[in-house]
């Protein structure tokens, strides 16, 4: 019997469907799994019902449930992880390569060693891989990742003084536009709309769909529009309540559109 699971490794939020062969694993207890990297230290964090297997593509096998000794490998290699991270870091200085080394990640067999960097610039590391690799020895990949994967990784603190989403809850980042910004009617000012690792704060994303259901069947700042008082010019757009205001005849009227109550002010 097939039991398929979702897991999750280190303290990564991010879910791996996972499978396995005549292993039942109860919720949260850890195991060992094979990937396309090598053995992962993972923990089980959902069991999935027949209703849920839809997509079965690039699922990983439990290989078994983890012992003290997997436990202690585990703690181990986290140790390790840091230990190389301060030697590579001493290397690419060395090497004088513009980029910074963000984490260190052994699969729990030690086949490989993954570093995750940034750099401003594209790297030719061809050397840096010899040297990493003759330290090591064992397999690395290095890769390079974005400013949103460097804020999941590094995290930090938000305008709203609240540790930063994709830090802590977001396990997926959706993608962010500009016209986010504009649809809610905010100030396109990047030190208002750009989040600590300089792009579109994630935010933007939460209440987007909202605002477009409410902006159905309103005007734009400046558009010209016929009212029952005559054609004017909107001055003011109130979203969630709305509303808007059109100057008419060097009058100020005020548009609702819900309860169609016309006031002037």
Do not use: W
């Not at 190389?84 to 030690?110: C, G, P």
Request: some cysteine; proline content about 1%; hydrophobic content about 35%.
């Amino acid at each position: 019997m097939i039991n398929y699971y979702y897991v999750i490794f280190k303290n990564n939020d991010e879910q791996f469907l996972c499978k396995s062969k005549n292993i039942n694993c109860p919720i949260n207890v850890t195991v060992i799994v094979k990937t396309e990297r090598g053995e992962q230290f993972g923990k089980i964090v959902k069991k999935l019902s027949l209703d849920d297997l839809q997509q079965l593509e690039n699922v990983n096998e439990i290989i078994r449930i983890s012992t003290k000794n997997d436990y202690k490998t585990y703690l181990e290699t986290l140790k390790m992880n840091k230990e190389a991270l301060k030697e590579a870091e001493q290397i690419v200085k060395s090497m004088e390569l513009n980029m910074r080394l963000l984490e260190a990640d052994y699969t729990f067999d030690k086949s490989q060693l993954m570093f995750n960097f940034v750099s401003d610039e594209r790297i030719d590391f061809r050397d840096l891989l010899k040297k990493l690799a003759f330290r090591f020895k064992t397999r690395i990949e290095l890769r390079q990742i974005g400013a949103r994967d460097k804020a999941k990784k590094v995290s930090g603190i938000g305008f709203c003084g609240r540790e930063l989403c994709c830090a802590t809850f977001l396990k997926h980042i959706e993608t962010v536009g500009i016209n986010m910004a504009k649809n809610q009617n905010i100030a396109l000012n990047p030190n208002k709309i750009n989040g600590a690792c300089g792009r579109l704060l994630c935010c933007l994303t939460y209440e987007d769909s909202m605002y477009t259901n409410l902006r159905s069947g309103m005007p734009n700042l400046n558009d010209e529009v016929d009212t029952e008082f005559g054609k004017g010019k909107v001055i003011l757009v109130d979203i969630l309540n709305r509303k808007y205001k059109v100057v008419v005849n060097n009058e100020i009227k005020e548009i609702r559109l819900d309860n169609n109550e016309n006031s002037k002010k």
